[in-house]
């Protein structure tokens, strides 16, 4: 399975009125997508990190009445979850694309993450480049860019991981629709592999 880069059609799936008609539409349309960078990337990440990677594509199987308004595959270590472990995401929202590292609020070892990012604030905020995004809520597609964060701002959200329990961490990148929809197969897979190059110290130090 070859991942053919993501529509118009894709993005608009998540304007279909309905629990029922929009899952049907994310079926069809978005998961074999996702399947097939999940396919791609898993292989590509263990060469990366060192670890084996397994993908995870969202199946949403805990909605039932409220339909998804954003949909994912993540990668993580282990093959039957993703949720307690620090992960990488590539996902879409009707807006966007997004390419994260995340950590979030199900992993158990966040306060310890939360510190040892806190530790190397200083090198975090110089070498993040100034077009990546963080967000502390994976449930919400508002995110700071990094050139508009203070150093002060970023140690704020190192802190919050190790004292509130429902606190996340995500960094990483965001693609406009109408900038992913312009884009070959070949851009949009090399810069997500970028962007996970990117990204892969946060994951080491998780």
């Not at 905020?125 to 700071?144: A, L």
């Not at 884009?183 to 190059?197: A, C, D, H, Q, R």
Request: hydrophobic share 40%; glycine share 4%.
């Amino acid at each position: 399975m070859t991942f053919s880069g993501f529509t118009v059609q894709d993005f608009d799936v998540f304007k279909i009125d309905g629990f029922e008609p929009r899952m049907d539409a994310l079926k069809t349309t978005i998961r074999p997508k996702l399947e097939a960078l999940g396919q791609h990337f898993a292989p590509t990440l263990a060469t990366m990190t060192g670890t084996e990677m397994f993908a995870h594509v969202a199946k949403h199987a805990r909605r039932t009445v409220n339909p998804p308004k954003d949909t994912w595959v993540a990668f993580a270590s282990n093959p039957r979850g993703y949720k307690m472990l620090p992960h990488f995401q590539i996902g879409l929202w009707e807006t966007h694309v997004f390419i994260w590292f995340a950590v979030i609020y199900e992993a158990p070892n966040k306060e310890e993450l939360g510190q040892k990012l806190a530790k190397k604030v200083n090198a975090i905020y110089k070498e993040t480049s100034k077009d990546f995004v963080w967000s502390g809520d994976h449930m919400k597609p508002d995110v700071s860019f990094h050139s508009e964060l203070s150093k002060e701002e970023l140690k704020a959200m190192f802190e919050r991981l190790q004292t509130v329990k429902k606190a996340e961490i995500l960094c990483g990148y965001q693609i406009p629709r109408e900038k992913c929809v312009a884009m070959s197969t070949e851009e949009f897979i090399n810069k997500v592999e970028s962007v996970f190059n990117e990204l892969l110290p946060l994951y080491k130090l998780a």
